[in-house]
């Protein structure tokens, strides 16, 4: 199953106040970025926070679990949209544990 591009949109309109949350189609699913760091997977609809430990001392309650087949424990936020306060805070908590990312090379243009 694949995540939905009206999911996209309703996180993205909730998850506002997390600041610029964007959002990138991997796969048929999506990665949310902040301050152009990975936060978050959306998979099947539903929201996977970073496991880290800053996410989990907000979070621990919620479930754990694997967005999809192989992948490392993330937080299923599967009701981000109704606490999207709580979600917006676990999501600057972990874009501000995470390193800054590195510097792009330039692309070689073909000779």
Same mark, same amino acid.
């Given at each position: 199953?694949?995540?939905?591009?009206?999911?996209?949109?309703?996180?993205?309109?909730?998850?506002?106040?997390?600041?610029?949350?964007?959002?990138?189609?991997?796969?048929?699913?999506?990665?949310?970025?902040?301050?152009?760091? #990975? #936060?978050?997977? #959306?998979?099947?609809?539903?929201?996977?926070?970073?496991?880290?430990?800053?996410? &989990?001392?907000?979070?621990?309650?919620?479930?754990?679990?694997?967005?999809?087949?192989?992948?490392?424990?993330?937080?299923?936020?599967?009701?981000?949209?109704?606490?999207?306060?709580?979600?917006?805070?676990?999501?600057?908590? #972990?874009?501000?544990?995470?390193?800054?990312?590195?510097? &792009?090379?330039?692309?070689?243009?073909?000779?």
């Amino acid at each position: 199953m694949t995540t939905s591009k009206a999911t996209i949109a309703a996180l993205l309109d909730g998850l506002a106040e997390a600041g610029p949350l964007r959002a990138r189609a991997m796969f048929g699913e999506y990665a949310l970025y902040l301050e152009d760091k #990975v #936060v978050a997977l #959306v998979c099947d609809d539903l929201l996977w926070l970073k496991l880290l430990p800053e996410a &989990r001392a907000l979070l621990p309650d919620h479930p754990l679990g694997a967005p999809y087949p192989g992948a490392r424990p993330h937080i299923c936020l599967e009701d981000a949209l109704d606490q999207p306060d709580l979600a917006a805070t676990a999501l600057r908590r #972990v874009a501000a544990a995470l390193p800054p990312p590195k510097p &792009r090379k330039p692309r070689r243009r073909p000779a």
